[in-house]
């Protein structure tokens, strides 16, 4: 279904999607031990505000200039920069957060240019950033090493990034019928799960959060759920996917017994972030950056309850509601989005 040249251009995108995540959250983590609680508090607040509240009006101006590939080379070189502001934290996550903003464009709307209306390359874009952000995380715990080391990363993704061909858009292999109301409608339902995915997915509480290794398969399983999931939608369609996916993590996350049905249940439940994107993309394909931008944004809504408030849930009956109120709400959105298309 996909070349093979696009294939490898979006696993580029998406390895430098973890090396930009890694310095980021390398970046904000620094300043443990050095801010109290509620200035780190608030460094990481802003740090999201800018990197996923950004991407709508970034993606508005991808979409008018049409060459995603600078954006997500800009992204690198403004983020090799927040390394020279180390000692104001405020300067350095803001720099980091509007960096990353431009590169999750850039790579992006890259990703979803050459999907031909699916959603493997959207899977393979993201999967890899859930696994830089946390090890990210942990630099902090080395001391001795010089975050400065880490600009040399990112000019390196500069000059990789530059030789990637700007590949042009794939033309849909399907088009909208009926009522673009309905579409509206659809695309509503679509944020509003995303919004609630993120909302889960920050306050879910890991049993094992506190193990090294079983919190890192725990991250491995959102990747992988992110990049199977795309595939899965490719496979047997976006609703199936979409309502299958969530049904069974609920089930597992609610009933698990041990660290492995928990790690099983949220591959599952990431299953419907690819879909999602692509769904919402494909329902406005000539706004991908909009699209790209207002799937951040609403994951940026759906996370600031549990960071602001310490939120966590799991295996009660609160988490049972959500959950089922977002299978409703993505099966809706996607049963619509599927009944309104006509294939070419």
Known sequence: MYSKEKIINISVYGIFHAFVDFCCAAIVFSYIGRLDVAELLEVIIL?????????????????KTGNARNYAIAGCGILALSFLFLKSPFWSVSVAGIGNAFYHIGGGVAALKMSEGKSLLSGIFVAPGAIG??????????????????IGLMLGAMIVISMLDETPESKMPFEFRGNKKILVFASVLILISIAIRSFIGLSYNFSQKSHLLLMFLFV??????KAFGGWFS?????FKTGVFALTASLLLLYFAYN???????IMLFNFTMPVTLTALADMIPDKKGVAFGLTTLFLL???????????????????????CVSVIITGTGLKIFELNKKDL
């Open 234 to 238: 490719d496979k047997f369609g976006m």
């Open 220 to 225: 491995i399983s959102v990747a992988l759920g």
């Open 133 to 150: 952000l946390f090890l990210g995380t942990l630099l902090y715990k080395f001391p001795s090493f010089q975050l400065y080391w880490l």
């Open 259 to 265: 660290p492995f049905w928990e790690i099983l249940g």
């Open 301 to 323: 809504i759906g996370a600031l309850p549990p960071v602001l408030y310490n939120i966590t849930v799991s295996r009660n009956f609160i988490f049972v509601v959500i959950v």
């Open 47 to 63: 740090y999201n505000c800018l990197a996923f509240g950004l991407q709508p009006l970034i993606g508005f101006a991808a979409d």
